[in-house]
Nanobody, 120 residues
Framework: QVQLVESGGGLVQAGGSLRLSCEVS????????MGWYRQAPEKQRELVVV???????TTADSVKGRFAISRDNAKNTVYLQMNSLKPEDTAVYYC??????????????WGQGTQVTVSS
């Protein structure tokens, strides 16, 4: 089994900062990409930022210059530093991992989601 456990969401005023963390645990052989998606009410889930094992990063235009991703491969953990938050960043943020398990099966895994609310 594989688990993704997120932490760090909450309520913040516009212009503030939050840091999300996500630890991946379980029957993991290797992790390819890790990252974050988000889903606002009545909207589709969208990519926020993803980082490959080699450090290549894909970032949504809406958060460029404000959000930064990092990962600690030794801890199987990915972080999202969110600065200059805006009300439109309000959403449930989901951790994502593309990994290979001990059975050498590749799959996409998701965390349970953590709420980020930015007040104006």
């Amino acid at each position: 089994q594989v688990q993704l456990v997120e932490s760090g969401g909450g309520l913040v005023q516009a212009g503030g900062s939050l840091r999300l963390s996500c630890e991946v645990s379980g029957s993991i052989f290797s992790i390819n990409s890790m990252g974050w998606y988000r889903q606002a009410p009545e909207k589709q889930r969208e990519l926020v930022v993803v980082i490959t094992r080699g450090g290549d990063i894909t970032t949504a235009d809406s958060v460029k210059g404000r959000f930064a991703i990092s990962r600690d491969n030794a801890k199987n953990t990915v972080y999202l530093q969110m600065n200059s938050l805006k009300p439109e960043d309000t959403a449930v943020y989901y951790c994502y991992a593309d990994l290979v398990d001990y059975g050498l099966v590749t799959g996409d895994y998701w965390g349970q989601g953590t709420q980020v609310t930015v007040s104006s």
